[in-house]
Structures are given as C-alpha cells and as structure tokens.
T-cell receptor, first 112, second 114 residues
Framework: EDQVTQSPEALRLQEGESSSLNCSYT??????LFWYRQDPGKGPEFLFT???AGEEKEKERLKATLTKKESFLHITAPKPEDSATYLC?????????????FGKGTHLIIQP | GAGVSQSPSNKVTEKGKDVELRCDPI?????LYWYRQRLGQGLEFLIY????????KSGLPSDRFSAERTGESVSTLTIQRTQQEDSAVYLC????????????FGPGTRLLVL
C-alpha cells in the first residue's frame, strides 16, 4: 500500500495559470513532509519542510500547506521555468527507517 | 560550501559485473543516505549512515547491494553481480544532523546494465 500518493501525475498549464498539486500520505506519525523539485537529469532540489498541520511556507510563486492527511503545493502565476517534476516525501516519527518515503511525483509543464 | 557530489555521473556495465558508486557529502553533514530512482517510480530508500552508528540497511533490496562510509565523509555503494533490473539512477543525500531534518541530494549516478 502506497504511503505517499501524488496527483495529478502530470499537469500542463499556461503561463500565469495558477493551480495546486496534491500529496496524500498515510503514516502512523509524521516527523516531517518535504517538497522537492527535480529537473531532468538532475537530483532533487529542496523546496520546503512542513512539520505540523496548519503550517504554511512560501517561496516566490510556490506555497506549501499541510493538513493531517495531505499537503498541497500551490503555484501562483507560474512561469515556464517552473516546469519540473515536483516530489513529495514523508518521514515517519517513532523509530524505524530514517529514510524518506517518496511519491512518484507530478510532472508540471508550463507553456509560454 | 559545495553541495553533494557523486561519481561517476554515468555508468554502463555488463550483466554480472560489479560496480562501485561514490558519494561525497556536504562538509559537516553527519548523516548520509542512498536512494534508487527507477524509471517511472518514486525514489526508494536504500541505506542510512549516521556518524559512527551502525548503518540502517533496511532498504537494501538484496545481499548484492552493500555500502560503506569512512567516518563522516565519503561513501561507496557497491552492487555485485549486476542485473538488468539494477538499471536506475542512484542518488545520495546528506543531512546536517543534530536536529536538522532536510536532506540535500547530489546529482545522481545513472547506471545502465546491459
């Protein structure tokens, strides 16, 4: 059973067209939820860490929010350079593996 | 300072051969992770090192996979008797430790097993 599910798998937007990416997660206890951006042929680039429900973080045109079941990455007035795959990952609390559990990502294309 | 670096960036090998992948973490980062990213799949956790503690090997898919780390510096991931299903991007990440949670990733090594 997937612990982290991202939707949609792919999203094509026009430049300036705002939208949201979803990350649903199932863990017994959340230590942290992470958003990364990955460009083709490169490693994931850190964007945000969220720790508790209600928390929000912003960076330029991106805003990440967190509830007890899911996180949203809102992108406002996107530009073509925002095109990338956006990855969501969770880290469980209470022992166990320290590694992150990733979703499969949302492939975002912003058309000029 | 510099970010996480990995070498080689690309590796092509024949089925049955052994390969070694290298990771240089960010200076001062005590925690180091290896992940695998297969085409169309999410990143999969492989192994975790924290300081001088015993590594967490819970994500290694088989006994053909092993990893070492010298102190708090370089790590090598070794895959013995490679199989075609080992073809993937192998990513290394490091974390500061001491409460710092964010993992910073290297560019990855793209492994193709023919």
């Amino acid at each position: 059973e997937d612990q982290v599910t991202q939707s949609p798998e792919a999203l094509r937007l026009q430049e300036g067209e705002s939208s949201s990416l979803n990350c649903s997660y199932t863990v017994s206890g959340l230590r942290g939820l992470f958003w990364y951006r990955q460009d083709p042929g490169k490693g994931p680039e850190f964007l945000f860490t969220l720790y508790s429900a209600g928390e929000e973080k912003e960076k330029e045109r991106l805003k990440a929010t967190l509830t007890k079941k899911e996180s949203f990455l809102h992108i406002t007035a996107p530009k073509p350079e925002d095109s990338a795959t956006y990855l969501c990952a969770v880290q469980e609390s209470g022992g166990g593996a320290d590694g992150l559990t990733f979703g499969k990502g949302t492939h975002l294309i912003i058309q000029p | 300072g510099a970010g996480v670096s990995q070498s080689p960036s690309n590796k092509v090998t024949e089925k049955g051969k052994d390969v070694e992948l290298r990771c240089d973490p960010i200076s001062g980062h005590t925690a180091l992770y290896w992940y695998r990213q297969r085409l169309g799949q999410g990143l999969e956790f492989l192994i975790y090192f924290q300081g001088n503690s015993a590594p967490d090997k819970s994500g290694l898919p088989s006994d053909r996979f092993s990893a070492e780390r010298t102190g708090e510096s370089v790590s090598t991931l070794t895959i013995q008797r490679t199989q075609q299903e080992d073809s993937a991007v192998y990513l290394c990440a490091s974390r500061m430790g001491g409460g710092g949670e964010t993992q910073y990733f290297g560019p990855g090594t793209r492994l193709l097993v023919l």
